[in-house]
């Protein structure tokens, strides 16, 4: 099994909403990143996690709140966004983040705020 | 200036041409990544090279550490092979993915 899983695909919420993405993999891999992408440009980090704690935070406003519940989860859950925050969501995750390994993406999670 | 430039930005092929495209660096690394992704989001891990150069099916990628330059050829193009080609690097002493503007490859049947 080599994916990595994310939910949902497409997402719409209010501005006033509290909502969750969900990622996931079972490659036993202990480093796990969300990457937000805006149209046409590359992805910006956003988090990463190495063995279930939080190791990379690229001065995320608090709206997005990342959790790691095991090695296998990662969620990031959503409140009070704005609609700038509109982006496709991408979750990844590598076998550890100081050995050098292939990268494996998941689908990403297509979200809109409205 | 970037630390990853990539060429062309936009290349429409007919169907059956030999690919390439292009990405150029300025820091020292400890691997190069070649990436795609699809109209509909998810990307595709291709090749991670740090030497040398890597063969899978229709695709290659060659890196030359010296002259800081990868290129990733695609043989008998497909209109399938439509995508956005990224290239992602680890610079020395830093675990994160520092990525190229991507190069969207149209190919028409």
């Known amino acids: 099994d080599t994916e990595v899983t994310q939910t949902p695909k497409h997402l719409v919420m209010g501005m006033t909403n509290k909502k969750s993405l969900k990622c996931e993999q079972h490659?036993?891999?202990?480093?796990m990143y969300w990457y937000k992408q805006k149209a046409k440009k590359p992805p910006e980090l956003m988090f990463v996690?190495?063995?279930?704690?939080?190791?990379i935070n690229e001065s995320v406003p608090s709206r997005f709140s990342p959790e790691c519940p095991n090695s296998s989860l990662l969620n990031l859950h959503l409140h009070a966004l704005q609609p700038e925050d509109s982006a496709l969501y991408l979750c990844?995750?590598?076998?550890?983040?100081?050995?050098?390994?292939?990268?494996?993406f998941g689908e990403g999670s297509w979200l809109t705020v409205v | 200036k970037n630390e990853v430039e990539q060429s062309p930005q936009n290349l429409t092929a007919q169907e059956g041409e030999f690919i390439t495209i292009n990405c150029s660096y300025s820091?020292?690394?400890?691997?190069l990544h070649w990436l795609q992704q699809h109209p509909g989001g998810g990307i595709v891990s291709l090749f991670m090279?740090?030497?040398g150069k890597k063969k899978h099916g229709r695709l290659i990628a060659t890196i030359n550490i010296q002259e800081k330059h990868s290129s990733l050829h695609i043989t008998a193009s497909h209109p399938r092979d439509s995508a956005v080609y990224i290239c992602?690097?680890?610079?020395?002493?830093?675990?994160?993915?520092?990525f190229g503007t991507g190069t969207r490859l149209t190919i028409i049947p």
């Open positions: 992602a690097l680890n610079a020395f002493g830093n675990e994160k993915l520092t």
């Open positions: 490659m036993g891999h202990r480093a």
């Open positions: 990844a995750s590598s076998q550890d983040t100081g050995a050098l390994g292939t990268i494996y």
């Open positions: 996690y190495s063995y279930e704690k939080l190791s």
């Open positions: 820091v020292g690394i400890s691997a």
């Open positions: 090279l740090s030497s």
